[in-house]
């Protein structure tokens, strides 16, 4: 399918030429849509997938306010995985195919409009706004020029999370009560996609079951009619737990074109009830700019369904699809590293940015993380990972003020600063290194190796070349970890690095007699410098 450029910078026009050159989606991407894969223009017109009643309904509506000369806003709420962003595709097929409008959608929520232009489109269109609740402004923003400039051919259409949007609308009005969302003749409605009826039910049922096996056909039509959400009721239809934990590896293993260590922390966040990773998290989680942050990184995982959006927020399509993930990460993915690097990276991001309700969230519930952890990992498990990840979690009555933005500028600040540099850089007389020699109790094996990945996870992301530590096992209970530093500046990171001072605090209570430390001198190295 081919798609032309749109007079609105950043978006797409599909028309019922472009619709005519698309081939409808196939067995295989049916299945894929039916286990969480991201809704196309291919799913919307395929004519092996059922049209909820509403789909019709809100066609007729628009058609209707259309030839008498109305135009209008709505918002399609509904719960996650309720079928919004499909019914909002299907409306839009039907509108251009069977009604000549021309279709305008946006490439994701970060994406903002062009009101002036959009004003002064020639209808009759429809703008297509998904997840509206993440921005409200450019919903506020062409609903307004559209009042002012008397367009009535240009109509509106989005959708957000029931729970999101009244969060969202309220702030809004908090916040902006010189610009309504409602404008003079062109008042926001509020439509509701609820349950399905049997019928309903049962043709969506009946559409999974054209496209493969589906061992819980029976319960899912009980299940969509009391209210369960399509995804909800899809996946536990579809796969049981041993299902879910393969959907999710082949998900890991196939992703393209996204950083790999994206997805398992959107999981890790979503599994332990963190409520979602705040965009800029993920942002500096992933190493991309926040405005490349949903075609490098969301994107490609929102089209195979793997991710998605909720509050503002990046989470995994599905909350049976983060536990599955999690509870089957390891040993391919070490989630003690995984999660101390998530809180890290949410106490860094947030001394400088406000993250709003999820920095709060994430930070009690990295509090009383063993808890809060999948119930399907080992308690050991749940026990070492909150243990690494606590010394990283601020105390709730901590106010201490942002960290200075380089260690130049935290001298530069002080009384003499440049002078005490010069002092530090005399003192360097080269590396000093110290040798940990250790046997830990039977039972505690396991714990020590995790604390020490921890610790050198901690330090690697501090990205100092000057501290060095490598950590090694001799035998089955005996530990040598050695650490390296070039001078007093280093030492002074590593006394202050709270995982390695929790880590030794601990220690002699994982031992087995006494530790051993001695310094090292260099006699020869060959590429140890």
């Known amino acids: 399918m081919s798609t032309t450029d749109a007079p609105l910078p950043g978006w797409t026009l599909t028309t019922a030429e472009t619709l005519a050159e698309a081939t409808p989606a196939d067995t295989e991407a049916r299945r894929a849509f039916f286990l969480g894969g991201h809704p196309d223009w291919p799913i919307a017109i395929d004519p092996e997938l059922p049209k909820r009643g509403f789909v019709g309904q809100l066609v007729e509506a628009l058609g209707a306010a259309a030839a008498e000369g109305i135009g209008t806003a709505s918002v399609v709420v509904g719960r996650g995985g309720a079928g919004k962003t499909t019914a909002l595709l299907q409306v839009g097929a039907a509108l251009a195919r069977d009604h000549g409008w021309r279709i305008f959608t946006r490439p994701d929520p970060l994406t903002g409009i062009d009101a002036v232009q959009a004003a002064q489109i020639e209808g009759p269109a429809l703008l297509l706004m998904d997840s509206i609740d993440v921005d409200l402004a450019p919903l506020a923003d062409v609903c307004r020029l559209l009042s002012l400039a008397e367009n009535t051919t240009v109509h509106v259409l989005s959708a957000a999370r029931e729970g999101d949007w009244k969060r969202a609308a309220r702030g809004w009005r908090r916040q902006h009560r010189d610009q309504p969302l409602d404008q003079p003749g062109r008042p926001l409605q509020i439509l509701s996609l609820g349950a399905p009826d049997a019928a309903e039910a049962t043709s969506i049922v009946d559409a999974w079951k054209a496209a493969g096996e589906v061992p819980g056909a029976e319960e899912a039509v009980t299940a969509l009619t009391g209210g369960a959400a399509v995804l909800d009721a899809s996946l536990a239809a579809h796969l049981n737990v041993e299902g879910m934990q393969a959907h999710a590896a082949a998900l890991l293993a196939g992703l393209e074109g996204a950083p790999q260590g994206a997805l398992p922390a959107i999981a890790a966040a979503e599994a332990a009830d963190f409520g979602g990773v705040h965009p800029r998290v ?133 009384e003499g600063g440049p002078k005490k540099k010069r002092r530090n850089r005399r003192k360097k007389k080269g590396p000093h290194r110290t040798l940990f020699t250790y046997t830990v109790k039977a039972d505690r094996v396991a714990e020590n190796e995790a604390l020490l990945k921890a610790v050198h996870a901690h330090l690697a992301a501090k990205g100092d070349p000057d501290l060095r530590f490598a950590a090694f096992r001799t035998g089955d209970r005996t530990f040598v970890h050695l650490i390296s530093v070039s001078g007093p500046e280093q030492a002074a990171a590593l006394d202050e690095s709270p995982v390695y001072r929790a880590f030794l605090e601990t220690l002699p209570d994982r031992c087995d007699g006494r530790p051993t430390t001695q310094p090292l001198r260099a006699v020869e190295t060959l590429n140890f410098d």
């Open 282 to 414: 993920l942002a500096d989680l992933a190493g991309v700019p926040l405005d490349d942050l949903w075609t490098a990184v969301v994107d490609p995982l929102r089209a195979v369904g793997a991710a998605d959006i909720a509050g503002g927020n990046v989470v995994t399509r599905h909350p049976r699809l983060a536990t599955a993930l999690i509870e089957g990460a390891e040993p391919d993915i070490d989630l003690v590293s995984l999660y101390l690097r998530l809180v890290e990276q949410v106490v860094e991001t947030g001394r400088g940015v406000r993250l709003g309700g999820v920095h709060g969230r994430t930070l009690g519930a990295a509090r009383n993380l063993a808890d809060g952890l999948p119930s399907g990992l080992d308690p050991e498990r749940r026990k070492a990972i909150a243990e690494a990840v606590a010394p990283v979690v601020p105390d709730r009555k901590d106010k201490a003020p942002p960290a200075p933005a380089s260690a130049a500028a935290a001298d530069d600040a002080g």
